[in-house]
């Protein structure tokens, strides 16, 4: 019997942009928290740049979950308790259903992770190291509120690196099934042996979604730009 395949676009070149992007940005940001002056003379303004630059990629990702293509949006991925525990039980049994977007699971954790680092990225903004560096809006409310921050800010960043161990623990899992995920958000498409459970077929005309996607880039570049040169 021959065997039917189903290809779909998933993951628009404006959400691959911006995950590869995010990926540059941490990685930055976690670097310039340990390095001492390699090969950046002054590593705390690197590290607040870059989180200005992550500050800017996720107001992109926010307003894209909500106007951006259809996989792109967070009601397409962000499913009610009672299916991702159902989702969850078929997982252990080794029989979850097939998902274009994230599963179940997969869009929970994705917006967790969004919020610890938009937590990151603006509790940063109120933050100084008491030498050289003081962030943007640091001082605006006092320095109770922004050693508050500092403190949450330090355990924040403990947390992001658990949610993105995960995430690679889930990146593994997901190819041992046979779903590179890897691949997919690098051309965009996923490839099925079957229609999967959140198959969509909602097309936004291409010169709407373009508008849409400019009007979020400026901004998301507003944002970053505004910071960088404050």
């Known amino acids: 019997m021959r065997k039917t395949s189903v290809t779909i676009d998933v993951w628009d070149k404006w959400i691959r942009v911006f995950h590869w992007g995010l990926v540059a940005a941490i990685l930055l940001s976690f670097y310039t928290t340990k390095t001492r002056g390699v090969p950046f003379l002054f590593p705390i303004e690197v ?3 870059a989180g200005y630059l992550l500050l800017g990629l996720l107001v992109f990702r926010w307003l894209w979950g909500v106007m951006g293509s259809v996989y792109a949006r967070f009601k397409t991925f962000l499913y009610p308790p009672g299916e991702t525990i159902a989702y969850s039980k078929a997982l252990l049994k080794r029989q979850p259903g097939t998902y274009a977007s994230h599963n179940p699971l997969g869009g929970w954790m ?4 969004l919020l610890s680092l938009s937590f990151q990225a603006v509790s940063g903004l109120f933050l100084s190291d008491d030498i050289f560096f003081q962030a943007p809006l640091y ?3 006092g320095d109770g509120v922004s050693s508050q921050l500092r403190s949450m800010h330090q ?3 403990d947390l992001l690196i658990i949610l993105i161990g995960l995430h ?6 997901h190819r041992l099934m046979g779903e590179p995920l890897v691949a997919a958000m690098l051309a965009g498409t996923k490839h099925f042996r ?3 459970v959140d198959a969509r077929n909602e097309p936004l005309n291409a010169a709407t979604l373009r508008l849409r996607a400019l009007g979020a880039l400026l901004i998301a570049a507003g944002v970053a730009l505004w910071l960088w040169f404050y």
Do not use: E, R
């Not at 994705?110 to 992770?113: D, G, Q, R, S």
């Not at 690679?168 to 899992?173: I, R």
């Open 47 to 49: 590290h607040a740049q």
């Open 110 to 113: 994705t917006l967790v992770m």
């Open 139 to 141: 001082g605006l409310f």
């Open 155 to 157: 355990l924040n960043s």
């Open 168 to 173: 690679l623990v889930g990146l593994v899992v």
């Open 194 to 196: 079957q229609l999967p």
